[in-house]
C-alpha cells in the first residue's frame, strides 16, 4: 500500500518524530510511504513524492516539520477537495496520516465522508486542545520553552520590581496558559475558558498582593480569539495598579526548538500506531492518549467541543502566589 503523510496548521515539535515513525513502520511492514508537502495545499497542487526511511535519519530531535506545512482556506470548498482526492488517486495513495489540529482533523473527516479517502489522525499543535486527547504533541515542548522565557523574565522583573503581563499562544483555549502560570509560579493567570478571567478580579488580587509587600509579579496572560490581548490589558493595567509594567508576547519562539522526550516518544508511538491501524484496515480515527494509555478517536469526535484547562489547576495558581 502506498500511504500518503502531511503536516497541517501550525508546526509543532514532535511532527518530525511522527513522520519518521510513519515511514520507518510502514517500511517495516512493507508499505511505501510519500511525503505530501505544505500540508492540504501540497495535496491539493499535488506536490507530493516518495519519503524513503533514509530520508528520516536525524529528524526525530529537529523541530518544526520536514514536509512543511501550511493553513489551507480553499479546502473548505467541495471543489478543491474533489481535485485533492482524485490527485491522490492518480498517485496510487490509498491512505493519509494527517499530522495536525482540529482543523486538519475536520478536513480529514471531510474528505473521508465524501470522497472514501482512509485517514488516520495524530494530534500535533502546542495548544493541546482536541476532544478525547489529553496530549498533542508540541505541548510539552512550548510549555518548557514558556516556562525557560519566564524563568528569565523573573530575574529581570524582581530586579526592577515590575509587574509583567506574559501572553502565550493557545488560540481559543487556555491550556497552555494554566499550565505554564503553574510552573513558573505566576501571581495569576487570565484564560477565555475561566469564570475568574475579569479585569477586575485580576486588578484586586494584585492589589492585595501589593498590600502584603509584594513589588514584582508575573501574570500570564492566553492570547485567546485575539493576538496581542495582553496589550489590551497592559494598556489598563497601567492606569489601576502603581507596578511598572512591561507587557511581553513570547509569540512562535513556543511553536519552535527541539521536542522534548515525551514529544519525541508519543510522536514516534502514534506514528507507528497510525501505520499499524491502516494495514489492519482502520480508518477514519485519530490518536490520543488518555491516562497515559495510547488511545484510538473516530474521527468524528473532533466535532466536539474542545476540552477546557481543569478549573482547578487556575484556582491553585491563585492560591500559591501569597
Ligand atoms: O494553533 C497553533 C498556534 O500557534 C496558536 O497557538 C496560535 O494562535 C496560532 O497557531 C498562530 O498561527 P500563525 O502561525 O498562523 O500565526
Redesign the pocket.
Known sequence: MKIGVLTS??D?PGMNAAIRAVVRQADALGHETWGIHRGYQGLLEGDMAPLPSRACANILQRGGTILQTA?CPEFHDPIFRAKAAANLKDTGIEAIVVIG?DGSFRAAEVLQREHGVACAGIPG???NDLAGTERTLGFDTALNTAVEAIDRIRDTASSHGRLFLIEV???SSGM?AVHTALACGAEAVLYPESPEDSYEGLVSQLNASWLRGKRSSIVVVA?GDT?GRAMAVGERLKRDHPLDLRVVVLG?V??GGSPSAMDRIWGSRWGAEAVRRLDRGESGFYLGEVAGALVAQPISRVLEPQPVPPGDLGRLVTTLAR
Open positions: 496548521g501550525g509543532a493553513r489540529g499543535t502546542i495548544d499562544m493557545g488560540r497552555l492570547e493576538a512562535h513556543q511553536r
